[in-house]
């Protein structure tokens, strides 16, 4: 008899056990998830952004962060705050939090800090363009420095349970699995050998559903907590927002593990008159109705009731939310059961005598069992299986303007651009410019595909000195470029420089000479960050015509934080715009020499197949295989007038006319069998451009690709098939 109570003992500290392992694997599997796995941390912390409280908080962290650096602003934060509020709510900054986090989520696991960060890099961008369509005047007052804005949400106690269960996960990847399949062992192993097996059964539905209401209840618990812990209001709202976002989870883990339990509590109970489901529920409703005999039952008995009635006071929502959630397990324990109970009826026969139906109700034991851990297993490896967090839903109306582009891939779709994009008439001191204006406003204008000369030079004089020994760049490639006037241009300036400081050398953009003329590398990427924050739904094409080495470009990339919008993923086959929008990464880059070093720095050798490019008359102008020969997956087609050493907008304005532009488009695309994806031009304002490769794609103009200059109203043709 003692070995039996022994081994009843035995087998129920066993089945507690294993109830124990499910519920804590099945809580270290969501904190592995949500928070260990950056691209879902980063997921969740976007979706947070909905949340009314963390929306917020936010919008008063950030206003404060600019308002710091421009006291000016302090008259207006009035006007400043709910305008951070509207750009909160939108998609661009839903897919700028989901950047920044992914790139802190790293730093904030290795430090010892007591602070969760939520870093907000473009917010001066994305407010300054919102406020710009209202007030002109107050967004020249943002700072352009505003940049980063780190959010934090107090460092001090109250929070550090947060950063504990966070790093708490990150040491324990693997121990939520094995938990869950110990736990699994564990309860099949209590039901197994247990001698009253039905029993044993309903104990484990029992103890199920305690462990699917503690999962179920983290979530209000997490906003109870966060009530009585921190005073702030904005801070305590953002924790119960984050805490919501993060550990949803749970409450799906708490339905599985209670749907369970109360099937096999239920089972059992059909089977067991002292088990039927009224008599359990009003036994139930009798223990918390009176005091218990003893006095320390009454005891606690007491400080129960009093610590509900407290929570009932202050935070009633919740009080509700759990008190439903426990009636909803009840009913639907006692509705299961019936139902059972209606099946055992039926297959027993009504005239069986008394044993006969006992032993026919013993054969449902064992299958009974098999049928719950097979559910148990099959629904474990379902939820194991799942991607670590559903992605959040970015929406993508247009991409590059026009809804029909965004299911298309990058080498279905034309791209405007612009030959030599850097060399233009808006710095001043330009030599033989290529175009009017610079790269903001071609990239306003529609221009997506930018052809870039990136050379090294040296600062200190009247002009940028080029650093001509480091690039091995041959004269008769200079000429070819420049012409002897230009070269011998170049020369005189080179020679009279003073001042320059040769040990700064710095890249540059520059076309042959950077004596010429040239802009900062550095300068031109942050424009074009710049752009990408403001439309999230833009892609472009950088095309670098490369005279330095790869690493040295990618720490320009890496210093402007273009490198974050870079596409690095596989180019056969391609993404579809779509895709790359809603990854946010919406830059492709090539390299004319092909250097490699920098595996997202592809090389246009191999990839895009192109046309000539030196053309002396509109007559010359061919089709003919280039660089890259015809076996590239993009085709880019050059469409400019040759003349040095400087190009004539004359010129422009009759080739890039829509009737030559368009007629020779179509005319490459059926002699190589491909959609012309890059149109490169000069003065690319002048003629139809935009409006051509509109036509080209399909699509009706959205508006007019030049104010003052309407592009046409041409009919939208369907784009040439892509091989």
């Known amino acids: 008899m003692f070995f039996l109570r022994l081994r009843a003992i035995a087998l ?58 421009q006291q000016d602003l302090i008259p207006v934060r009035a006007v400043l705050l709910p305008t951070v509020r509207a750009i909160i709510s939108t998609d661009a900054f839903g897919v700028v939090v989901r950047r920044a986090a992914r790139r802190i989520h790293s730093t904030v696991l290795s430090e010892r800090g007591e602070g969760l960060l939520l870093s907000v890099p473009d917010a001066g961008i994305l407010l300054r363009e919102a406020l710009g369509q209202a007030s002109p005047a107050l967004a020249a007052r943002i700072p352009a420095s505003v940049q980063d804005v780190a959010v934090g949400l107090e460092t001090n106690r109250e929070v550090g349970f947060v950063l504990d269960l966070w790093r708490l996960g990150y040491r324990m990847r693997s121990a939520g699995r094995i938990l869950l399949i110990l736990g699994v062992g564990l309860v099949a192993l209590s039901l197994g050998f247990a001698r ?124 509700l939310t759990v008190a439903v959630v426990l009636a909803g397990i009840a009913v639907a324990f006692i509705g299961v059961q019936e139902l059972f109970r209606l099946v055992m009826e039926s297959v027993e026969p009504l005239a069986a005598e008394h044993a006969h139906a006992r032993a026919r109700r013993r054969q449902w034991v064992r299958p009974a069992v098999v049928i719950v851990l097979l559910a148990v297993l099959g629904s474990g490896w379902f939820l194991l299986r799942r991607p670590a967090v559903e992605p959040v839903a970015v929406s993508v109306g247009a991409c590059n303007g026009h809804p029909e582009l965004c299911d298309r891939r990058v080498d279905q779709v034309a791209f405007a651009g612009a030959h030599n994009a850097m060399s233009n008439a808006q710095i001043s001191d330009w030599m033989f410019p290529h175009h009017m204006k610079g790269v903001q406003a071609m990239l306003e204008g529609g221009v997506r595909a930018l052809l870039l000369d990136v050379h090294a030079g040296f600062p200190g004089g009247e002009r940028i000195k080029t650093d001509i020994d480091a690039e091995k760049v041959t004269g008769d490639r200079l000429e070819k470029a420049l012409g002897p006037e230009g070269v011998a241009a170049a020369l005189r300036i080179r020679e009279r420089l003073v001042g320059v400081e040769e040990d700064k050398r710095g890249l540059y953009l520059c076309h042959g000479f950077c004596e010429l003329g040239a802009t900062e590398f550095g300068a031109t990427l942050e424009v074009i960050r710049e752009f990408l924050v403001q439309r999230p739904e833009e892609v472009l094409v950088l095309v670098l015509e490369d005279y330095v080495t790869p690493p040295e470009i990618a720490a320009a990339f890496d210093a402007t934080g273009l490198t974050e919008f870079v596409y690095q993923g596989p180019a056969e086959p391609w993404p579809t715009l779509r895709d790359m929008v809603a990854a946010n990464r919406r830059v492709i880059v090539f390299l004319e020499s092909g250097a490699t070093g920098v595996p997202w720095m592809r090389p246009t050798l191999g990839t895009i197949q192109e046309t000539p490019y030196d053309f002396k008359t509109p007559a010359d102008f061919s089709c003919a295989p280039n660089r890259g020969g015809t076996t590239g997956s993009l085709f880019q087609i050059n469409h400019f007038i040759t003349t040095v050493p400087a190009p004539k907008i004359a010129n422009a304005e009759s080739v890039n006319a829509r009737d030559l532009l368009l007629a020779r488009a179509r005319k490459c695309a059926k002699e190589r069998g491909h959609i012309p994806n890059i149109i490169a031009v000069d003065f690319w304002q002048s003629g139809d451009l935009i409006a051509v490769v509109d036509e080209l794609n399909g699509v009706a103009p959205a508006v007019a690709a030049v104010p003052g200059h309407p592009p046409g109203a041409v009919r939208a043709t369907p784009a040439p098939a892509a091989r």
């Open 12 to 69: 129920s500290l066993v089945l507690f056990l294993g109830i124990v392992c499910l519920a804590g694997g099945a809580f270290l599997v969501t904190v592995a998830r949500n928070l260990v796995n950056a691209d879902a941390f980063a997921a969740r912390t976007a979706q947070s952004v909905g949340d009314e409280r963390v929306a917020a908080f936010l919008a008063d962290r950030i206003t404060a962060a600019v308002v710091s650096q």
């Open 196 to 319: 009253a097996r039905i029993l044993a059964l309903s104990h484990a539905g029992v103890g199920l559903i305690a462990a699917g209401t503690l999962l179920a209840a983290c979530l209000p618990a997490g906003r109870v907590a966060a009530a009585l812990l921190i005073k702030e209001p904005l801070v305590r709202g953002a924790m119960q927002g984050l805490w919501r976002a993060y550990m949803s989870e749970l409450f799906g883990w708490g339905l599985f593990f209670g749907g369970l339990g109360v099937l096999m509590a239920a089972a059992a109970g059909s089977m067991l008159e002292r088990l039927r489901s009224q008599q359990l529920v009003m036994r139930a409703f009798g223990y918390v109705g009176s005091p218990p005999a003893n006095r320390a039952g009454r005891v606690l008995w007491g400080a129960g009731l009093c610590g509900v009635g407290v929570t009932a006071i202050m935070l009633p929502r919740e009080l």
